[in-house]
T-cell receptor
């Protein structure tokens, strides 16, 4: 069964803290993605990765960085959390870039920055 | 620039009736794919249906069908015989052929099914 897991469902952090959100997929997928979801805005792509150690900026990368040291794991890093990064964060993976494969999503992490 | 628009923030439908959720898109690519996802209150995103730009037939998956009108750049989701469990947020998304797999999402439509 396809599975994407995220390290936390809920997270509360203070302004200025460094925050790590972890995502793991067990499907041997090449592509992995990080989105944030805000009411009325849908899902917006932060970063994605199409291979180990490869990454590309999405539509809203400012204030975030990512790391992909192993194929199954994709981490999102908030270097210095701010209140405007309070949001739902969704990780996804897909098979590869050559076909129109659907993305499989994790359960999401609801992050609150106070 | 590619864009997905869902103009219905919220909709109501009576149980057992059919409902259409609207989606329009904008792209200059000839090769692209259109997806619909469902997000229940629990938060997980569930893939429902896919339509390729070169597919001549409308996609169907059980009670879900995609009304694809290429000239109008619309990809509406039709849910037949609505059930209470269909109450959720629904997102339309597009992937262009040359963009490395990333999806562009619409704003979403919240569907409520009334008993």
């Amino acid at each position: 069964d396809v599975k994407v897991t995220q390290s936390s469902r809920y997270l509360v952090k203070r302004t200025g803290e460094k925050v790590f959100l972890e995502c793991v997929q067990d499907m041997d997928h090449e592509n992995m993605f990080w989105y944030r979801q805000d009411p009325g805005l849908g899902l917006r792509l932060i970063y994605f990765s199409y291979d180990v150690k490869m990454k590309e900026k999405g539509d809203i990368p400012e204030g975030y960085s990512v790391s992909r040291e192993k194929k199954e794991r994709f981490s999102l890093i908030l270097e210095s959390a701010s209140t405007n990064q309070t949001s739902m964060y969704l990780c996804a993976s897909s098979l590869d870039s050559r076909g129109f494969y659907e993305q499989y999503f994790g359960p999401g992490t609801r992050l609150t920055v106070t | 620039a590619q864009k997905i628009t869902q103009t219905q923030p919220g909709m109501f439908v009576q149980e057992k009736e059919a409902v259409t959720l609207d989606c329009t898109y904008d792209t200059s690519d000839q090769s692209y794919g259109l997806f619909w996802y469902k997000q229940p209150s629990s938060g997980e995103m569930i893939f429902l249906i896919y339509q390729g730009s070169y597919d001549e037939q409308n996609a169907t998956e059980g009670r879900y069908s995609l009304n694809f009108q290429k000239a109008r750049k619309s990809a509406n989701l039709v849910i037949s015989a609505s059930q209470l469990g269909d109450s959720a947020m629904y997102f339309c998304a597009m992937r262009e052929g040359t963009r490395g797999g990333k999806l562009i999402f619409g704003q979403g439509t919240e569907l409520s099914v009334k008993p």
